[in-house]
């Protein structure tokens, strides 16, 4: 049987990546440091995946599975050396730490066979392609160097599938019980593979994947950001209550119409799925037992109004195509009031906005400094004081 290395143990690892492969005939060998995780895996062979379906839940039982130890560096290096395929889902913080061990795979399967890996990385990062060849680098022989620039695939993922937190009473049955959204679509980079492309139920393979990449930060992650910090003005808890609200779905909606234009203007992709994607993400939204907080989705805010980012890079791509791009100058100022309970970014944001104006702010967190983009936003920013009403 061909043999998936999964790098990683977590929720999308276990609720997404291991799922598909396990759909594609593979034994799915997961490598984590959490001793219960790796020593219950290996007892029960098997684990659920609860599928959100309207109030209630589908279940599939993820079979043929078993782990190792990531503490145990020999025996990773033995799983990678062997492997038909492998992805990663650690967290970005996380890969430097998973960088000698892989790279000891990689020397071990190049003495041994040289044949060619390709390994998906589901990471959110961009270029996390290049950083995880950059950390691996570091512990290669040159021969090692050699084989991994050449035989080694590393494939940037779009990871879209919502994986909430497993409610206690699920958990409480097992702690390995994932809860995810029906959506189970994997668009990976089609250049970043060596060789053949592994068959792999639900990955599109696509190129260039910029497209994918920016798809998922400004028109997802945009949007799910807009619901939150609107959905916090109004004094919502979940996603699912702010999108139901027909004002914040409407913002949400022109937001999302005015990144899908650039979009289209910037990568030439047919403009009618970029609707239904539009259509299809603020539906997804509405799915109750997806349990997303208001809090959880919107934290950070001196991350998510980073130029580069989801509602200010959404905004930039706008400016570049010539996208009149109103409702993402409401979102950037509803950002900036976001400051909930423990959330030492946003606070400090929201804070260093009352004192310092609008203007200050947006040069600092958001590296906008245009004068009309700064007139507009700090427009929307007053008007937010007295609730969303306001926009039209």
């Given amino acids: 049987m061909k043999k998936a ?38 007892n029960d062979k098997e684990y659920p995946i609860y599928i959100t379906n309207g109030d209630s839940y589908d279940k599939y039982t993820v079979t043929n599975v078993r782990a190792v130890n990531g503490k145990d560096e020999n025996a990773v290096a033995e799983e990678i050396a062997t492997a038909d395929v492998m992805a990663t889902a650690v967290g970005v913080n996380i890969l ?34 290049k950083y995880l060849r950059s950390l691996v680098n570091e512990h290669l022989t040159e021969a090692g160097k050699k084989y991994f620039e050449e035989q080694v ?45 592994p068959e792999i139920k639900n ?22 950001a807009v619901t939150a910090y609107l959905g916090n003005l ?48 603020l539906n ?34 706008c400016k570049k195509n010539g996208v009149d791009a109103k409702y993402l100058y409401v979102a950037v100022a509803a950002g900036l009031r976001f400051a909930p309970e423990g959330d030492d970014s946003s606070i400090e944001i929201a804070n260093y906005t009352k004192e310092n104006g609008v203007k200050a702010a947006l040069a600092k967190y958001c590296e906008i400094t245009d004068e009309k983009d700064v007139a507009c936003i700090s427009e929307w920013y007053d008007k937010l004081a007295n609730g969303i009403d306001c926009v039209k």
């Fill in 5 to 42: 290395v999964m790098y990683g143990g977590g929720n999308i690892g276990r609720g997404f990546i291991a799922q598909l492969f396990n759909l594609s005939g593979y034994e799915v060998v997961f490598i984590d440091v959490v001793d219960a995780l790796v020593e219950k895996v290996n």
């Fill in 96 to 129: 430097k730490f998973i960088a000698k061990p892989l790279a000891a795979g990689v020397e071990k399967r190049a003495s041994i066979n040289g044949k060619p890996l390709n390994i998906i990385i589901c990471e959110n990062k961009i270029d996390a392609d």
């Fill in 153 to 197: 695939g590393l494939v940037e993922a779009s990871i879209g599938r919502m994986v909430p937190a497993t409610p206690d009473n699920i958990k409480a049955e097992n702690f390995l019980a994932v809860c995810v959204e029906p959506y189970c679509t994997l668009p990976v980079d089609k250049n970043g593979f060596k060789g053949e492309i």
């Fill in 203 to 224: 990955m599109e393979p696509f190129a260039p994947f910029e497209f994918f990449i920016q798809r998922k930060l400004f028109m997802h992650n945009m949007s799910h």
């Fill in 234 to 281: 109004c004094g919502y808890e979940y996603i699912w209550e702010a999108i139901d609200d027909a004002r914040i779905r409407y913002v949400a909606l022109r937001a999302l119409l005015e990144s899908a234009l650039a979009m289209h203007k910037e990568h030439g992709v047919d403009i009618a799925d970029l609707l239904d994607h539009c259509y299809d993400l």
């Fill in 284 to 317: 997804r939204f509405t799915n109750k037992l997806l349990g997303d907080t208001i809090a959880r989705v919107g934290r950070d805010t001196q991350r998510k109004l980073n130029k580069e980012d989801r509602i200010v890079g959404a905004l930039n791509l």
